[in-house]
């Protein structure tokens, strides 16, 4: 071999090798890419964004569930390798010899490899003019760059939510009490303009008050659930939304909603069967108190009732035999700071046993992320405002979330934002 | 009948034993119901409250307490009947018939409301408290129109036009009526003068299109009260110079009176640093300072010339000062404070020899440092003007990390490069304040791929740019550049004059030195010079082509440590997190 053209082939090997050959997708002997999800990953946020879009691009994907941390298997193609560049994704070329090890690997372990087919087509429920750096899922989706469709009232009691396979739920009181802030902050120009279209909303779909048309959305919203749609819910909405269905003719809103103060015994007629996630709980009977029930554990508007942040733990589940779970709670920490919201727990006294507790604290008489299903679909709910602002309060500034691109309360959120795209398989439990 | 001592120390016994028990007996369900209550258990707590309250009908602390316990279980118009019992018991008791006022709010009963504060106006009938208490409890239920029966009903029966003016006054300002609230708001001031600082906060709100008409109204007034108001509210709403005006106009003789006015309109200014309001600021200090006794008056000279400093009205700060910089009467701290503050004020007017006389004099009353300080401080003077001769010999062989930085910029400006680096090098990064030193690195970044050692138009052109000619320099980089190779520091040249030409909001030419800066894309400008352009394009909307040029940035120089920069840019202009 010549001098010079020994020189030549180093170069090419070299090239190939290097990262940047790798990120522009030079590495035509790579067929794939693995997007790894532990701490070599450089923005875990992203990475659910560049999965997506393989899949919105019509391609198809892997989730390796528990190998290094939940990471993906995508396509090596120009598209793919342009994105990831373009977004900060740390990506890893792999060859066929390189796939087979891991696949031994995943067969071997508690570990497993779900393929992902569909690209779910998500909903986001809010008011038109809600401000898209108030709601940590709108926060999660437009960072990263998941397409989604804001819908309110009215699409909830059309036929809105039939096509959507995923829909979220963040701020909403569905007990039509504009989260009991309406004492507190009378007067302040947000709460009355939040009353104001709400009223009018109620109005227009010809309910006589606002918590009678919240608990019908909550009950077309269940109704979604059961044909087939996967829920899920933040904040103050989880608590809300299993109120709402349970209060099936008891009165459980203030004066002020609907114009007769709430029903002493309301919390003896419930009808839980209704409700998704919880059972048995006590409602707050101040209108003052901006506290629903004894669901929240941390009660943080109650000042003497109130209890400080801890951390909760996300479980371990059977990979190959929960692959649901399993996906739900893929992260590169086991262990989380938790953050507050108006319903930032939920207690374990009124947990359905139905529901599955995929993140708890340990020794605290509450959970922080559950997960069940309802007819055909499911539901999850997750505790908390902001996984990044812990102490949120109204009017802070928004969390930008490229000072926070390993977040792993974040990656929760988008966890379920990419489990319906799962193609399903049947299960062995 | 005398008592034996040892008789009188039984019954003092006795007594300390018997008084607290009486007490404590009479005290037990009062204590319990407390308890209860801090307890959160309300249910337990109303009933032992009922218990006292069967007992004393008219104990106004139970009633309270009962009334507060209601509230948590949504049962506050249960008081009622209880209410009724305790007013028959104790019909002079203020704070019955509030709690009477209350349960009828809860109840949803205005017009019983109005009926228990006409009933409690009848046993005071010169008390403005029934219709204060009347109104908050509609307001209570946001019954603005309720309250504003309660206020103007009390006003007809009290027979004075002051009577709840404040009340009157914060009603109108939550209906956005302006005119009416100020109106109130005047003759309340009058009556109790600490509601001034409520109503600067309350009215320092107010719009803009509704200012006009307010400073319109309190012009008609003629007291000193007003006069107080209006300027406070100029400098509120922007206008300090036109509030130092009024006040000016109208300051008492009383010395007390006159400086708490000023001190006023001071507070009202104490977070703005517009250029007018720190002159205001300095002007009322120094009218302060005129009415008060020494030693207090110096010090405040000194902060009214800091403020004129700060102002940029150097003639003033220097008249202050040079006062007591001679002045042998202030305290030590203060004139040695003063002279060294003179000399930077004279350092920043550009009057060079003077402040180089002042500094001489001062020298061998100041410690080492302080006077290098200064020193130092005269040596930038005379190099923003030019004299590069005189601030070498000045700094001499000044060999403080902050001298050879100075000592860097003198070669620098003088087109010697190498002396420059090896002096920055030698300067190292801690010199100077942070800004300082940031930009020397970014000096060094820009010398570094510049090949001749020599280069006095470059030198010439930065120089220009300490002495703020900006739109010299900005040619003056442009035309050395031409005669560089780009990757020689051609580039980076271009690149400075094109952060040069956004400065000077030249946009087109901005535009066009940074597309040459970039333009070889082998050049280790290129990447800066692309991000600084996708900002520029952002700033004007050009949001298409900002993404398109930032997606270029990063897939061809993955490498530079711009590109988390450039990320985070993209991240902005495609809306995925807020623009901050």
């Not at chain 1, 947990?351 to 340990?362: F, H, M, N, Q, R």
């Amino acid at each position: 071999m010549k001098r010079r053209e020994f020189v030549a082939r180093a170069c090419a090997g070299v090239a190939a090798l290097s990262p940047l050959g790798s990120r522009l997708g030079w590495a035509a002997s790579a067929p794939w890419l693995l997007v790894p999800m532990d701490d070599a990953q450089s923005d875990h946020l992203k990475a659910y964004g560049l999965t997506y879009r393989v899949l919105q691009r019509g391609d198809r994907a892997e989730w390796f569930l528990n190998y290094r941390s939940g990471s993906f298997l995508l396509p090596s193609d120009a598209a793919t390798a342009r994105d990831a560049a373009l977004a900060g994704v740390a990506t890893e070329p792999l060859n066929d010899g390189q796939l087979v090890q891991i696949r031994g690997q995943l067969q071997g372990g508690n570990m497993d490899a779900v393929p992902l087919e569909k690209a779910p087509k998500v909903a986001v429920y809010a008011p038109p003019n809600a401000p898209p750096w108030d709601d940590a899922v709108t926060m999660a989706l437009n960072y990263a760059g998941i397409k989604f469709e804001k819908i309110w009232d009215p699409e909830v009691m059309g036929s809105g939510l039939k096509s959507y396979d995923w829909l979220h739920l963040h701020h909403e009181d569905f007990t039509g009490q504009y989260s009991k802030f309406f004492l507190n902050y009378a007067g302040a120009p947000w709460l009355v303009e939040m009353v104001d279209r709400n009223r009018a909303m109620a109005r227009s779909l010809g309910f006589p008050t606002v918590p009678a048309e919240k608990r019908a959305v909550a009950v077309a919203i269940a109704r979604y659930v059961e044909r087939g749609g996967f829920l899920f819910a933040m904040c103050t909405a989880t608590e809300t939304l299993d109120l709402a269905l349970a209060a099936d003719g008891v009165d459980i809103a203030a004066s002020y909603a609907d114009g007769s103060p709430m029903a002493p015994d309301a919390s003896g007629r419930m009808r839980w069967d209704e409700a998704f996630a919880f059972h048995n709980a006590r409602l707050e009977l101040s209108p003052t108190t901006p506290v629903y029930s004894d669901i929240d554990g941390h009660q943080v508007n109650s000042p003497d009732r109130r209890q400080p942040l801890g951390s909760f733990t996300l479980f371990n589940f059977s990979a190959k035999i929960d692959p649901v779970a399993t996906m739900l709670v893929q992260n590169h920490r086991q262990v989380i700071p938790d953050f507050y919201g108006l319903t930032t727990s939920f207690t374990r006294k009124t947990l359905k046993p139905s529901a599955t507790v995929l993140g708890d604290e340990p020794g605290a008489p509450w959970v922080k992320y559950i997960h069940g299903e309802r007819g055909q679909g499911t539901w999850t709910y997750f505790g908390g405002h902001d996984p990044e602002d812990p102490q949120h309060q109204i009017g802070d500034v928004p969390t930008d979330l490229s000072l926070h691109p390993h977040s792993p309360g974040y990656r929760l959120i988008l966890n379920n934002v990419l489990f319906p795209a799962a193609k399903k398989k049947e299960l062995k439990t | 009948m005398a008592l034996r001592p040892a008789s009188s120390l039984l019954w003092f016994t006795l007594l300390c034993w018997a008084i607290p028990a009486l007490a404590a007996a009479q005290q037990e369900p009062m204590s319990r119901a407390f308890d209860l209550e801090r307890r959160g258990e309300y249910a337990a707590a109303a009933a032992a409250y009922r218990s006292v309250l069967a007992a004393r009908p008219g104990d106004a602390a139970a009633l309270l307490g009962l009334e507060r316990v209601l509230l948590p279980l949504n049962r506050s118009a249960d008081i009622i009947p209880t209410v009724r019992s305790a007013l028959a018991a104790n019909p002079l008791s203020a704070p019955i018939h509030g709690v009477a006022l209350r349960a009828w709010a809860a109840a949803d009963q205005p017009d019983s409301m109005r009926a228990a504060a006409e009933r409690w106006a009848g046993v005071a009938p010169n008390d403005e408290a029934p219709y204060r208490e009347w109104g908050a409890a509609a307001l209570g239920r946001q019954d603005r129109a309720g309250a504003l029966e309660a206020y103007t009903r009390g006003r007809q029966k009290l027979g004075r036009t002051d009577a709840l003016a404040a009340e009157m006054a914060q009603l109108a300002t939550a209906e956005s009526d302006y005119l009416t609230a100020l109106r109130e708001w005047l003759p309340a001031i009058r009556k109790l003068p600490g509601y001034r600082v409520t109503v600067v906060a309350a009215l320092g709100q107010v719009p803009a299109n509704s200012q006009p008409e307010l400073l319109r109204m309190l012009g008609r007034e003629d007291d000193f009260i007003a006069r107080r108001l209006e300027a406070e509210l100029r400098a509120r709403w922007g206008d300090p110079l036109g509030g130092l005006r009024t006040l000016e106009a109208a300051l008492p003789v009383d010395r007390t009176a006159a400086v708490d006015a000023l001190s006023g309109l001071i507070d009202q200014l104490r977070g703005q640093r517009t250029q007018a309001a720190l002159l205001v600021q300095g002007r009322a200090l120094e009218a302060v300072a005129a009415r008060t006794p020494e030693p207090r008056a110096s010090r405040i000279r000194l902060q009214a010339a800091q403020a004129y400093s700060a102002a940029g009205d150097r003639e003033a700060a220097r008249r202050m000062l040079t006062g007591l910089a001679l002045d042998r009467s202030a305290p030590g701290a203060v004139s040695s404070d003063a002279a060294a503050t003179l000399v930077s004020v004279l350092v920043d007017e550009g009057k060079l020899e003077e402040a180089g006389r002042r500094l001489a004099d001062l020298a061998p009353s100041l410690a080492a440092d302080e006077y290098g300080e200064l020193r130092r401080r005269l040596v930038q003077g005379w190099i923003r003007s030019g004299e590069l001769s005189r601030a070498d010999s000045l700094l001499g062989a000044d060999s403080t990390v902050e001298g050879l930085a100075l000592a860097g910029r003198i070669r620098l400006y003088r087109g010697d490069l190498r002396g420059a680096v090896e002096r920055f090098q030698a300067a190292g990064p801690y010199a100077g304040d942070r800004a300082e030193a940031t930009r020397r690195t970014a000096l060094l970044a820009l010398l570094q791929p510049i090949e001749p050692d020599s280069l006095p138009a470059l030198g010439a052109a930065l120089l220009q740019l300490e002495r703020g000619d900006t739109a010299d320099a900005m040619r003056g980089l442009e035309g050395v550049a031409q005669t560089l190779e780009p990757t020689a520091g051609g580039a980076e040249l271009q690149l400075l004059a094109a952060k040069l030409a956004v400065a000077l909001r030249k946009p087109a030419e901005a535009e066009r030195l940074f597309r040459g800066a970039a333009a070889d894309q082998t050049a280790a400008a290129a990447p800066a010079a692309e991000l600084a352009l996708a900002q520029l394009l952002l700033d004007q909307q050009r949001q298409a082509e900002a993404v398109a040029l930032l997606e270029h940035m990063i897939l061809t120089f993955p490498e530079s440590a711009l590109v988390p920069q450039a990320r985070r840019v993209l991240d902005q202009a495609r809306g995925a997190v807020p623009r901050t």
